[in-house]
């Protein structure tokens, strides 16, 4: 059964209008030479959000694990991250390698 994150992630990327070059950049982490991280950054407003929700849904259909952090309420620092992603994935910060690498091969 689906969570409300993932109903509502749907409900975003069925309504995605636009933005196809953008979604492409995106879908190309998926590929196996594709890059291994890509920022996305912008103004408020201007649809990062729900590039990324259409993003997920495409991501998740092609077998990768999607991990989401809002790095607005992190500290700005690796520490601050790294301790962000550790939580995500449910782990300690000495475990999340470990955690990570028994996820899906593209997470």
């Given amino acids: ?23 492409a950049v995106l879908l190309r982490m998926l590929e196996e030479d594709g890059p291994l991280v890509t920022f996305v950054h912008g103004i408020a407003g201007i649809g990062k959000s729900s590039l990324l929700a259409a993003f997920v849904v ?4 092609h077998g990768a694990t999607v991990i989401r952090i809002d790095c607005a309420n992190i500290e700005p ?5 790294m301790a962000e992603l550790a939580r995500a994935v449910g782990g300690a910060d000495g475990d999340l390698l470990g955690r990570m690498a028994g996820m899906a091969s593209r997470v």
């Avoid at 620092?77 to 991250?81: A, E, L």
């Fill in 1 to 23: 059964m689906p969570t409300l994150r993932e109903l509502g992630e749907r409900r975003a990327s069925a309504s995605f209008v636009g933005r196809e070059e953008e979604l």
């Fill in 58 to 61: 495409r991501a998740r259909e």
């Fill in 77 to 81: 620092t690796d520490r601050g991250f």
